[in-house]
């Protein structure tokens, strides 16, 4: 089963405007880490949150961290409409080998 | 630096057929996995080599799915026979120690079973 829910499944924003997705997981976790994948390709690595850490950030990404509701955010600002693609968190858990269990995954679209 | 390699990228083939795909993961990256995503979900860890020792395949179902990373470079992910709940991208990702740390994907590979 997955670890992760991912909210909303869909979003649909102006470009321009802020993207924020939400992903909550059950169990404790030793990072958190983001991607996306463009309509038809692989992942691409975004952003990797430890548990010991709050909010990190690179470019227009903004992630945050609540280990006490087992959530994490992703803020996307000034969006553009290359930005539009699913985004996905996966969990890497505590003495489960490094793998990463991912949630359903937002599916972003930024119109022009 | 050279990313994650995967063929084919399509496959189409019908029920009871057998399938291969194959990964070149990222130079000097230790650990290698293997991914099934089926459309509208987010991907699942199938399984997951450390050099050429398997270090989880509770996921892959062993009566039809085989893999191997025989000289702990390159891999192979067999179905045999396909099913037609089989038809998913097979992502082949790579990082340099298995530890949690990013992990670098390839394009995929798109099998759809008739």
């Known amino acids: 089963s997955q670890q992760g829910e991912e909210d909303p499944q869909a979003l649909s924003i102006q470009e321009g405007e802020n993207a924020t997705m939400n992903c909550s997981y059950k169990?404790?976790?030793?990072?958190l880490q983001w991607y996306r994948q463009n309509s038809g390709r692989g992942l691409v690595h975004l952003i990797l949150?430890?548990?010991?850490?709050r909010e990190k950030h690179s470019g227009r990404l903004r992630v945050t961290l609540d280990t006490s509701k087992k959530s994490s955010s992703l803020l996307i600002t000034a969006s553009r409409a290359a930005d539009t693609a699913s985004y996905f968190c996966?969990?890497?858990?505590?003495?489960?080998?490094?793998?990463?269990?991912f949630g359903q995954g937002t599916e972003l679209s930024v119109k022009p | 630096e050279a990313g994650v390699a995967q063929s084919p990228r399509y496959k189409i083939i019908e029920k009871r057929q057998s399938v291969a795909f194959w990964c070149n993961p990222i130079?000097?990256?230790?650990?290698l996995y293997w991914y099934q995503q089926i459309l509208g979900q987010g991907p699942k860890l199938l399984i997951q080599?450390?050099?050429?020792?398997?270090?989880?395949d509770s996921q892959l179902p062993k009566d039809r799915f085989s893999a191997e990373r025989l000289k702990g470079v390159d891999s192979t992910l067999k179905i045999q026979p396909a099913k037609l709940e089989d038809s998913a991208v097979y992502l082949c990702?790579?990082?340099?120690?298995?530890?949690?740390?990013?992990?670098?994907f390839g394009p995929g590979t798109r099998l759809l079973v008739l």
């Open positions: 949150i430890r548990s010991n850490e």
């Open positions: 996966a969990t890497v858990l505590y003495n489960q080998g490094g793998k990463l269990i």
């Open positions: 130079s000097g990256h230790a650990t």
């Open positions: 990702a790579s990082s340099l120690t298995g530890t949690g740390e990013t992990q670098y």
């Open positions: 169990t404790s976790i030793n990072n």
């Open positions: 080599f450390q050099n050429n020792g398997v270090v989880d």
